[in-house]
Structure formats: structure tokens, C-alpha cells
């Protein structure tokens, strides 16, 4: 079976195969399908606009098709930037920016006040319309200044106090095999395998 994965992104792709692989025939990006598509993600939570995603592309498809949504969330910030982590300061995926932005809206709060969690919301749909959806979670705190160079996005101000590091300090795999898109794509398994 074919699995269209509504996303260009390389790195996503690739842990997205090591994961779903035994479980389709073929795992394709957009562009690998031939597929030029933009969902306008107007969704109120990650999930809503996973589901929306997937649910285009298998439309659009006629394949299988799997979404992702997700986003950083800060206690102190009331669970922002929530879904709009990639435009968090105005420009979508400026890292650099929403990084400045992050670190400057928690000046003065202390280790304690800066808790904070990767989501992930995954959404599969079959071009029958079942769905299976799927959460995931990576809990830390924000620093105080970017430490590392792996990683994208917040990575490099997202420290796990158990490992002593950020994500952006992880290499690949380590990030991987804890990352909260690892768990809702594990979790999303356990229900293909009709174990969840």
C-alpha cells in the first residue's frame, strides 16, 4: 500500500519511513508523488489541522495519506506559541526571529516559570475516509541562550534537564528515538498493529 506523506520535508520523511516503513509498500513526499498542494491551516489545535492536511491529500491522492502537525508550547506563555510556533514573530519559519521572540517574552522568569513541551499531532487517512490520529509529547524547559547546532526551530532553546542538554545538542538518532513525533508516529503503530 502506498502512503503519500502530505510534507517536502527530508528529515521528516526519513523518520517517518524508519518508523511506518514495514507497514506500506511506499512512502512518498509530495514532490515525489508529483504533488504541488498548500493547506491553508486554519485550525484551532495541532490535530485539527493535521486531519485537514491529511484528509486533502488523500483526497487529492487517492492514496493513503499521513499529516503532522505540531508546535511548541510554553507554560508561561499560556501554551503558546502553540500553533502558531512557525510564526511565532510574524514570518513563518524564521528560526532566528521566533527564537529572539521566545527568549525575550521570558526574560526574568526562572527555571521554574519556564516549563515547556514539544507537541505532535499525526493524522492517517485511508482514501475510504477511516482515520487513525495519533498524539505526541517531548517535555523540558526553555533556556536561557541556544546551546547546539542540530535540530531546527526552538531545538537550540529546548533543554532537557534529564539529559543536560537541548535537542539541538542530540544528534539525529538520539532526537529521534525521544522526539514527541517518534512517539505519536509509535503510538499511531501500536493501532496499525491493533495494539493501541
Known sequence: MKLIIASNNRHKLE???????????????????????????DGKTFMENALKKAREMAEISGCCALADDSGLCVDALDGGPGIYSARFSGVHGDDEANNDL?????????????????????????????????????????????????????????????????????????KNAISHRAEALHALVRQLEGKG
Open 102 to 174: 521566545l527568549l525575550k517574552k521570558l526574560e526574568g522568569i526562572p527555571d521554574e516559570g519556564r516549563g515547556a513541551h514539544y507537541t505532535c499531532a499525526v493524522a492517517l487517512v485511508y482514501p475510504d475516509g477511516r482515520t487513525l490520529t495519533a498524539e505526541g509529547y517531548l517535555y523540558g524547559r526553555i533556556g536561557y541562550e541556544r546551546r547546539g547546532t542540530g535540530g531546527f526551530g526552538y531545538d537550540p532553546l529546548f533543554y532537557l534537564p534529564d539529559r543536560g542538554c537541548t535537542t539541538a545538542e542530540l544528534t539525529p538518532e538520539g
Open 15 to 41: 523518520e517517518i519511513r524508519a518508523i511506518l516503513g514495514e507497514h506500506f509498500g511506499e512512502i512518498l513526499s509530495m514532490a515525489d508523488a508529483g504533488i504541488e498542494h498548500e493547506t491553508v491551516e
